[in-house]
């Protein structure tokens, strides 16, 4: 069964060194990228309400990548892990 990609489920086929520490240099950035990556919708989605919705509308949508913002928050703090 496949999983759905994550950084906890990555693994590098071919490594120059072998270390864990270069995996993870590859692995870690993957995790933020996953976890900002619905954002990236959004943020072009708010740019275009800036112009043509109502205020309303855009609060919504920025509320939306607020709440996104706290899973990129948590894969930036795992880089120390």
């Known amino acids: 069964m496949?999983?759905?990609?994550?950084?906890?489920?990555?693994?590098m086929q071919i490594q120059s060194l072998g270390g864990v520490d270069e995996s993870w240099?590859?692995?870690?950035?993957?995790?933020?990228?996953?976890?900002?990556?619905?954002?990236?919708?959004?943020?072009?989605?708010?740019a275009g309400l800036s112009d043509t919705e109502t205020d309303t509308d855009l609060t919504n949508c920025l509320g939306a990548i607020a709440n996104g913002l706290p899973a990129v928050h948590r894969a930036i703090a795992r880089t120390y892990e």
């Open 25 to 46: 240099l590859y692995i870690s950035p993957l995790g933020i990228e996953l976890a900002g990556a619905p954002l990236v919708g959004l943020v072009h989605q708010c």
């Open 2 to 11: 496949r999983r759905p990609l994550s950084a906890d489920n990555a693994e």
